[in-house]
Protein backbone atom coordinates (compact mmCIF):
# COMPACT_ATOMS: atom_id res chain seq x y z
CA UNK A 1 0.00 0.00 0.00
CA UNK A 2 1.23 3.28 -1.15
CA UNK A 3 1.55 6.82 1.26
CA UNK A 4 -1.74 8.07 -0.19
CA UNK A 5 -3.56 4.69 0.30
CA UNK A 6 -2.55 4.38 4.11
CA UNK A 7 -3.13 8.26 4.42
CA UNK A 8 -6.53 8.00 3.19
CA UNK A 9 -7.12 4.84 5.33
CA UNK A 10 -6.27 6.08 8.21
CA UNK A 11 -8.14 9.30 7.49
CA UNK A 12 -11.70 7.49 6.92
CA UNK A 13 -11.70 5.53 10.18
CA UNK A 14 -12.24 8.58 12.13
CA UNK A 15 -15.40 10.73 10.35
CA UNK A 16 -13.64 14.03 12.70
CA UNK A 17 -10.56 13.90 10.61
CA UNK A 18 -12.73 13.04 7.07
CA UNK A 19 -14.99 16.16 7.87
CA UNK A 20 -11.59 18.51 9.27
CA UNK A 21 -10.07 17.72 6.14
CA UNK A 22 -12.84 18.38 3.31
CA UNK A 23 -13.73 21.50 5.47
CA UNK A 24 -10.05 22.53 5.16
CA UNK A 25 -9.90 21.99 1.48
CA UNK A 26 -12.53 24.78 1.13
CA UNK A 27 -9.66 27.31 2.64
CA UNK A 28 -7.94 27.64 5.63
CA UNK A 29 -9.57 27.88 8.81
CA UNK A 30 -9.39 28.94 12.42
CA UNK A 31 -11.16 26.07 15.38
CA UNK A 32 -14.32 28.35 15.75
CA UNK A 33 -14.70 28.57 11.87
CA UNK A 34 -14.54 25.07 11.84
CA UNK A 35 -16.74 24.54 14.17
CA UNK A 36 -19.68 26.52 12.75
CA UNK A 37 -18.90 25.27 9.67
CA UNK A 38 -19.27 21.04 11.16
CA UNK A 39 -20.77 21.50 14.49
CA UNK A 40 -17.90 19.58 15.53
CA UNK A 41 -16.74 20.20 19.75
CA UNK A 42 -13.33 21.85 20.09
CA UNK A 43 -12.17 18.90 21.52
CA UNK A 44 -12.72 16.77 18.38
CA UNK A 45 -11.52 19.32 16.43
CA UNK A 46 -8.08 19.85 18.08
CA UNK A 47 -7.36 16.04 18.42
CA UNK A 48 -7.97 15.63 14.69
CA UNK A 49 -6.26 18.48 13.61
CA UNK A 50 -3.27 17.29 15.58
CA UNK A 51 -2.95 14.05 14.34
CA UNK A 52 -3.75 15.09 10.39
CA UNK A 53 -0.74 17.23 10.88
CA UNK A 54 1.23 14.55 12.31
CA UNK A 55 0.83 12.90 9.10
CA UNK A 56 1.47 15.99 7.06
CA UNK A 57 -2.12 16.06 5.71
CA UNK A 58 -3.16 19.65 7.00
CA UNK A 59 -0.50 22.89 8.29
CA UNK A 60 -0.65 24.94 11.41
CA UNK A 61 -0.47 28.99 9.42
CA UNK A 62 0.83 30.14 12.84
CA UNK A 63 3.12 30.21 15.69
CA UNK A 64 3.19 26.76 17.23
CA UNK A 65 2.63 28.94 20.66
CA UNK A 66 -0.41 30.98 19.38
CA UNK A 67 -3.48 29.56 21.96
CA UNK A 68 -6.26 31.08 20.14
CA UNK A 69 -6.53 32.06 16.57
CA UNK A 70 -4.82 28.54 15.16
CA UNK A 71 -5.01 28.78 11.39
CA UNK A 72 -5.02 25.36 9.63
CA UNK A 73 -4.78 24.93 5.85
CA UNK A 74 -5.02 21.53 4.02
CA UNK A 75 -1.10 20.08 2.52
CA UNK A 76 -0.60 18.94 -0.89
CA UNK A 77 -0.75 15.91 0.84
CA UNK A 78 -3.89 16.32 2.02
CA UNK A 79 -5.86 17.14 -0.63
CA UNK A 80 -3.93 13.69 -2.39
CA UNK A 81 -5.27 12.21 -0.02
CA UNK A 82 -8.84 13.52 -0.05
CA UNK A 83 -8.87 13.27 -4.14
CA UNK A 84 -8.08 9.72 -3.70
CA UNK A 85 -10.54 9.17 -0.97
CA UNK A 86 -13.47 10.84 -3.48
CA UNK A 87 -12.24 8.71 -6.42
CA UNK A 88 -12.38 5.16 -4.66
CA UNK A 89 -15.97 6.38 -2.79
CA UNK A 90 -14.60 6.94 0.58
CA UNK A 91 -16.54 9.61 0.91
CA UNK A 92 -20.09 8.44 1.33
CA UNK A 93 -23.08 10.68 2.30
CA UNK A 94 -22.51 10.15 5.89
CA UNK A 95 -18.14 10.85 5.34
CA UNK A 96 -19.06 13.62 3.10
CA UNK A 97 -18.64 17.57 4.98
CA UNK A 98 -21.68 19.58 3.55
CA UNK A 99 -24.11 16.64 3.38
CA UNK A 100 -25.33 15.95 6.31
Given at each position: ??????D???????????????R???????????R?D???????????A?K?R??D???????????????????????????????N????????????
Open positions: MGQVEDASFVVRSPHRTTILQLAEGAAIPAQIETDLEYSRITEANLDRLIDLLVDEDTKRGRLYSITEQGEEVLEFMDEGMLDDENRYGRR
